[in-house]
Nanobody
Framework: QVQLVESGGGLVQAGGSLRLSCQAPGSIFSGNFMAWYCQAPGKERGLVARITTRGDTNYADSVKGRFTISRDNAKNTVYLQMNSLKPEDTGVYYC???????????WGQGTQVTVSS
């Protein structure tokens, strides 16, 4: 299965912004939903934001009002605009989704986000 490819991470000061991108295989991108996840140091991977094919979105409470998930259907790409970043946002960010038959995509390498205080 083709892996998803994330990019856009980096080192930023608290209060700064980053925009993450994720290119997905068509079978996953056009499925039920796409989502961004974060694995903070020493913690399990958790859901950050999700977007359906209709464009409906939902967010983890910790990022509401600061992060925005969006999708470009022509490019099979999902974005995560991250504003007002906090040190607790630090982690490896992954994207993934499920196809129409609820098959999970193949996890990529993720992209590291580090927010300094």
């Amino acid at each position: 299965q083709v892996q998803l490819v994330e990019s856009g991470g980096g080192l930023v000061q608290a209060g700064g912004s980053l925009r993450l991108s994720c290119q997905a295989p068509g079978s996953i991108f056009s499925g039920n939903f796409m989502a961004w996840y974060c694995q903070a140091p020493g913690k399990e991977r958790g859901l950050v934001a999700r977007i359906t094919t209709r464009g409906d979105t939902n967010y983890a409470d910790s990022v509401k009002g600061r992060f925005t998930i969006s999708r470009d259907n022509a490019k099979n790409t999902v974005y995560l605009q991250m504003n007002s970043l906090k040190p607790e946002d630090t982690g490896v960010y992954y994207c993934n989704g499920v196809s129409r038959d609820w098959t999970l995509g193949s996890w990529g390498q993720g992209t590291q986000v580090t927010v300094s205080s």
